[in-house]
């Protein structure tokens, strides 16, 4: 089902609870939920353009990106601009985004990824997948926190549609449910659906992730899903954010299970530190240059962590880097922002 905002709930900022609640039941059963008019015509074509010339940039040293050689030619995990005027109110700071977000997660969600996801002409299948494994491994563990079983979502991906995505230019490939497929609890690291036919022909047939232009995709990132080709001209872009529930106390959204109490209350009382992949604390914040500032000082609604940081000149935020890491992009001092080091 597609849902629509109507003019009461974009100028509060506010979803009506009926609506709320349907989306939530969506994503908590289907795994997806679509909700149409959440991002301006201003705000998608100016990014929009931005994507095409930063495309061409990248494509420019005409070899595959670490992310292609990975996942399948074709498929980019750009890094979004960082700096005024392509970061915008209605996609980091939108009430009715983040309204959903606690919803699904409850206050104290964090932002913890912000980055472009590109589906160029001629792209090839990526292998079936998910993003994100359960945060509780066994009903036993689940129950002894107090979590149903299956266990319900601790991230939350939000797909945004800068132009119509559809089958026809190659709308991403879902299989509805598989976010409650306990089964994937047991495998080792690294193992795919593709070595289960099993629970594919189970799940199947998949469906397609179709999102009008402005809409947004709100996903259970333990849903399986891939990028398959495009088949038309045109270069299809989308966005990516994620957010993680407050007790999720990794940089990348883990839930820690063993995170010593001198440390928890470390990070009780400053939302900034998260676990590294070291094992110690650190600043876990995205980082953004300074001239947006105001975007992200919106007032919030629905007590959702920005989880930003700001760097000013002489430092830069080169968003073509490490878009992937440790605050999503990486700062430099000197040089252009440019793809290639």
């Avoid at 940039?57 to 992310?67: E, F, G, L």
């Avoid at 472009?116 to 001629?122: F, I």
């Avoid at 990526?126 to 079983?149: C, K, V, Y």
């Amino acid at each position: 089902m597609m849902y629509e905002i109507s003019a009461k709930e974009r100028s509060t900022g506010v979803l009506e609870p009926e609506k709320l609640s349907a989306v939530v039941s969506d994503i908590a059963t289907q795994g997806f939920a679509v909700v149409d008019g959440l991002v301006s015509g201003e705000t998608r074509e100016l990014l929009l353009a931005s994507i095409l010339e930063d495309v061409g940039a990248v494509r420019a040293h005409a070899k595959p990106t670490q992310h292609e050689k990975r996942t399948g030619q074709g498929h980019l995990q750009l890094g979004l601009r960082r700096y005024a005027p392509y970061v915008k109110e209605d996609l980091v700071a939108n009430p009715l985004i983040e309204h959903i977000v606690s919803g699904i997660l409850s206050r104290g969600a964090w932002l913890g990824f912000y980055n472009g996801n590109v589906n160029l002409p001629g792209s090839v299948h990526q292998p079936l997948h998910f993003d994100r494994p359960f945060s509780w491994r066994s009903r036993e563990s689940a129950e002894a926190d107090g979590q149903r079983w299956p266990p319900p979502a601790t991230t939350l991906s939000c797909s945004v549609a800068l132009t119509e995505i559809t089958e026809d230019n190659g709308a991403t490939e879902i299989y509805p449910g598989t976010h409650l497929e306990t089964a994937v609890t047991t495998w080792p690291e690294g193992e795919r659906p593709a070595q289960h036919p099993d629970l594919i022909e189970k799940w199947g047939p998949p469906a397609r992730m179709a999102i009008p232009a402005g809409g947004i995709c709100f996903r259970d990132p333990r849903m399986w899903h891939r990028g398959v080709p495009n088949p038309s001209d045109e270069i299809r872009p989308m966005i990516a954010l994620t957010y993680h529930a407050e007790m999720c106390r990794h940089w990348r959204g883990r839930l820690i299970r063993n995170l010593s109490e001198e440390d928890a209350s470390k990070c009780e009382e400053n939302d900034a530190l998260k676990v590294l992949d070291d094992g110690g604390l650190g600043d876990g914040r995205l980082v953004f240059d300074g001239s947006v500032r105001e975007v992200f000082a919106a007032r919030g609604k629905h007590g959702v962590n920005r989880n930003v940081r700001f760097v000013e000149a002489p430092l830069k935020v080169n968003h073509f880097l490490d878009a992937h890491l440790l605050g999503g992009a990486r700062v430099i001092e000197n040089g252009d922002v440019v793809p290639v080091e």
